[in-house]
């Protein structure tokens, strides 16, 4: 619930004045949310194998889906990519993708559900605090309040119930 709160204070209201005047990339969202849930359930019944694999086949099965539709729409034939570009690529297909896809199995066959899900609210923090220390960005009160909302809700929903009662009786 706290995580809830935080993320509301950190959108505010006003977010919903313009609701439903980019319904194609408000339904994407929503579908990317969805296919995260189901790649978690689905990804219980794969903990048996070795999170490289389950990455590997994952990835695999991704690239042979969306070529037909990359080769229709971009005609890669025609492009010409600089140096930068496919170096930039390449590392994100590497570290962003295929480390990042099996750090997400491994965490799940060690950790569980809840757990390696909760790191999905803690993109919010993270982000903001390399923007604050890489960028000299300033943060609002609202948006600092709504990230101690977020980081208290994901430590409320991952610390154990034996370690927060032994903490509270001190």
Known sequence: ???????????????????????????????????????????????????????????????????????????????????????????MGIFSSAFGLMLFYMCLTRLGTLTTNAQGYLRIPIGVGLSVVLLGESVPSNLALGLVLVMAGVAAMTIPKDAYRRWISR
């Open 1 to 91: 619930m706290l995580g809830l709160a935080g993320t509301a204070v950190i959108i505010g209201l006003d977010a919903f004045s313009g609701l439903g005047d980019n319904i194609i990339a408000e339904m994407v969202i929503l579908l990317a949310t969805i296919s995260f849930a189901c790649a978690t359930i689905f990804g219980l019944r794969l903990t048996e194998y070795d999170p490289m694999v389950v990455a590997a086949g994952s990835l695999l099965f991704g690239g042979l889906l969306l070529l037909p539709v990359a080769l229709i729409s971009d005609h890669p034939w025609t492009l010409r990519p600089t140096p930068e570009a496919v170096v930039a690529t390449i590392t």
